[in-house]
């Protein structure tokens, strides 16, 4: 008998501020907002800089290179869409562009022992059911 994983959480759409963002993550693409008035980064999407207001913001690509910040290991978890991972690792990724994420680290045989801050890491797409996005999880680079 097979057993058919529940799907992870999905935004809904029309959804004004992340639908780009999700947008290209069907194409593995980890994008970014940059204000073009004062140069600060913003993450995750919105329609005005966190800075200085301006809603002057283009899009950027990240290469997807960063180091972990943070993290915590899930041992156990009663939703049905994480129940059957086992333990897995959920941390603050530092994106070399200059922002921070929050994701899975995954790749490692024991995330309690193979995580650490600091470590360096790469950006895994996880294709969702349905194709409309991915997720943005990273491993070990």
């Not at 759409?13 to 980890?30: G, I, R, Y």
């Not at 966190?50 to 950027?60: D, I, R, V």
Request: aromatic share 10%; hydrophobic share 30%; with cysteine.
């Amino acid at each position: 008998m097979t057993t058919q994983r529940v799907p992870r959480p999905q935004p809904r759409f029309p959804e004004p501020d992340t639908e780009p963002f999700w947008k290209a993550t069907k194409d593995h693409k980890l994008t970014y907002q940059k204000c073009n008035d004062c140069n600060t980064v913003v993450f995750y999407p919105r329609r005005h800089c966190t800075k200085c207001g301006s809603a002057n913001l283009a899009w950027h690509t990240s290469k997807g290179l960063g180091a972990v910040y943070t993290f915590s290991v899930v041992v156990q978890n009663r939703n049905p869409s994480f129940r059957d991972l086992g333990a897995y690792a959920v941390g603050y990724v530092d994106l070399d562009e200059g922002f921070r994420i929050m994701t899975n680290v995954v790749g490692v045989k024991n995330p309690s022992t193979d995580v650490k801050c600091g470590m360096r890491v790469k950006v895994k797409w996880e294709d969702q059911p349905g194709g409309e996005i991915s997720l943005p999880l990273f491993e070990p680079a």
